[in-house]
């Protein structure tokens, strides 16, 4: 009986038409904005990853060399390619910089030599050593440290270097061809000469490859030892910076750089920008499906205005009985929250079917599909925004009914 | 509620008019609960304005009308529909009838928010007014005077402190008037409420302690 008055006067003019508009459109909406989310939410393991392809977020900087610093260098100015204290302290203060690390330089000559044995060839070389903290080297080595007492140098080269080696000079030279772990075996000597000239040995070995890092790559405990040792009194700056960064694609970082004049090395940021565009594009879809979603809101605000507006006589008339704004709105309220549940329950299982077609093709990258938790939620707080402003709506406009001024 | 206040109260469009002889307007004024008022006059004479201003859905007048001392221009939209609950029954001139609801919905749609009366002395007040035949029908397809007495049946489905009755027989008989009045006079003294009675001539037959002239 209490339901059935109220309905039975309030109903009338209901356009299910219009309804069924708001719906429609509001299901697309949401949907797309699930769905964004969703594969975002699916795919993005393949970005995060440590070990996959795309990952990417060590950026090695050097200032560019430009040929005033070519000529500064050259007359003994030490500044040029370096970075100062509050160059490095801008760079940090930067949002997308996790860490910082700095390469240190081996600030005495060094000189190499391998001795073949049995084919009684040696080569010899000059040499540098870099060092970075350990926290910015891929690889996992054993006693990486150095004991002055039984002073042996561990390195670590790029793999680059092995492939140079290996594929370019070997081949063409008839040189064998070697793999990583015979490298491990081969004994190097290195000569250090102090700035006073004296001289010593010390034999090294390599223990390892790095993807990450273009160098050689000795302990920071030998590189501290050796610099006070052989080159005293010498306060170098860093020249190269290893920089972890959180999203390495963007592209602030790549403005922040040329504002600053320091170089990438490699094409960390074009690998990366494909991370990056994902992101940017789910943002567009996401986008279009609120945009959606909002004028499928106003739909629905326009109909129950235009529905309240048919229906002002008998609102007023409910009002003069003692009827409140929100006991008049209530039914009108319950009507639009049905239809949203409504709404988000079929949005739901929508994207559960849109799933069910993408996903098969994520499987290539042994992806399994991520909980739907977060997409779900958002979905709520889209419906429960959409549904908030429309009781907001009906009570302002029920309450303006109010008074009939003349 | 005790009392109802006008002081100086004047609807806006009379203003600036030279000569307004009217017991109300521009006049303190008291309507006190337990006394019946008369308030009569002639067409545009402003008397359904000052029920729309008594009720709280007009506010185009000057001067001040108070309850029991409050101003009624502070009065929020849920204390007016408290009032329009428990204090104040109205019967507006045009009835505010719902043509697609029965005459016994119409009844209903007040007294289910009221729960004054059930269901068994509604249709005895049908009864008494003659129209105990027209319950299911639909309030459209009632007669005018019909329709009044319908909208007379609500007004007396909730308690109140004053009655509020803008031209309460204006479509009915002498017969009809005699049993509207003595309904409503009967309920009054049942409960002390006023009554403030309009009219462009057909009077409602209560024993009015003043009459007013607008």
Same mark, same amino acid.
Not at chain 2, 167 to 172: F, G, K
């Given at each position: 009986m209490k339901i059935s008055i109220m309905w039975k006067l309030l109903s009338k003019h209901v356009s299910k038409t219009q309804l069924a508009g708001f719906a429609a459109a509001n299901i697309i909406g949401l949907l797309i904005v699930l769905t964004g989310l969703q594969f975002y939410e699916d795919v993005r393991p393949v970005f995060d990853d440590e070990d996959s392809f795309m990952r990417k977020d060590y950026l090695v900087i050097t200032k560019k060399v430009g040929n005033l610093s070519s000529i500064k260098s050259m007359f003994g100015s030490d500044n040029a390619n370096t970075f100062s204290d509050t160059e490095l302290e801008e760079l940090r203060s930067q949002k997308w910089v996790r860490k910082v690390g700095e390469f240190t330089t081996s600030n005495y000559p060094i000189y190499g030599m391998i001795s073949l044995s049995g084919q009684n060839i040696s080569l010899r070389t000059s040499f540098f050593f870099e060092s970075v903290p350990d926290e910015f080297i891929d690889t996992k080595v054993e006693n990486w440290d150095f004991d002055p007492q039984h002073p042996t140098i561990p390195i670590i080269v790029s793999k680059d270097y092995l492939s140079l080696y290996n594929f370019g000079f070997a081949a063409s030279q008839g040189m064998p061809q070697l793999s990583e772990s015979m490298i491990g075996k081969v004994p190097i000597m290195f000569r250090l000469t102090g700035n006073d000239g004296s001289r010593e040995y010390m034999p090294g070995k390599i223990v390892g490859f790095s993807n990450r890092l273009n160098t050689i790559i000795v302990p920071e405990a030998f590189m501290q030892w050796s610099n006070e040792r052989y080159a005293p009194g010498i306060v170098d700056r860093p020249s190269r910076l290893i920089v972890e960064v959180?999203?390495?694609?963007?592209?602030e970082i790549q403005k922040y750089m040329d504002s600053c004049g320091y170089e990438i090395a490699g094409d960390k940021m074009n690998s990366s920008k494909a991370g990056y565009m994902l992101t940017i594009v789910t943002g567009i879809v996401i986008a279009v499906g609120l945009v959606i979603s909002i004028l499928s809101f106003f739909i629905l605000i326009l109909s129950i205005y235009l529905l309240l507006q048919k229906n002002t006589q008998k609102l007023q008339d409910l009002l003069l009985l003692g009827y409140s704004p929100e006991q008049i709105s209530g039914l009108y309220v319950k009507m639009i929250i049905y239809i949203n549940i409504c709404v988000y329950i079929v949005a739901a299982i929508l994207l559960a079917a849109v799933r069910s077609l993408y996903l098969p093709y994520l499987e290539a990258f042994a992806l399994d599909g991520k909980s739907s938790l977060i997409a779900m939620l958002s979905g709520l707080a889209i419906i429960g925004l959409i549904t908030l402003g429309n009781i907001v709506a009906i009570r302002r406009k029920i309450a303006s009914l109010w008074y009939m001024e003349k | 509620m005790q009392k109802i206040e006008l002081r100086n109260a004047l609807p806006k469009v009379f203003a600036g008019q030279p000569e307004i002889k009217s017991d109300v307007w521009l006049r303190p004024v008291t309507f006190e609960r337990g006394k019946k008022y008369l308030v009569s006059a002639q067409s545009g004479g402003g008397k359904s304005s000052l029920c729309a201003y008594l009720y709280g859905y007009r506010t185009d007048y000057s001067g001040e009308i108070l309850f029991d001392n409050q101003n009624t221009r502070n009065l929020t939209i849920r204390e007016w529909c408290l009032i329009r609950r428990s204090k104040i029954a109205y019967l507006p001139q045009e009835l505010r009838i719902f043509p697609e609801l029965t005459a016994y919905e119409n009844v209903e749609i007040k007294n289910r928010i009221t729960k004054h009366k059930n269901r068994n002395e509604i249709l005895a007040m049908f009864e008494r007014l003659g129209i *105990?035949? #027209?319950?299911?029908?639909? *309030? *459209? #397809?009632?007669s005018i005077g019909q329709q009044q007495r319908m909208a007379i049946i609500r007004t007396l489905c909730q308690p109140c402190d004053f009655f509020l009755l803008?031209?309460?027989?204006?479509?009915?008989d002498m017969h009809n008037n005699a049993i509207v009045a003595a309904m409503i006079e009967e309920e009054a003294a049942r409960t002390g409420a006023g009554i403030i009675a309009t009219s462009v001539g057909n009077d409602l037959k209560i024993k009015a302690e003043e009459v007013l002239k607008l």
């Open positions: 959180s999203n390495p694609g963007s592209a | *105990a035949d #027209k319950t299911d029908s639909l *309030a *459209a #397809k009632m803008d031209e309460p027989v204006s479509h009915l």
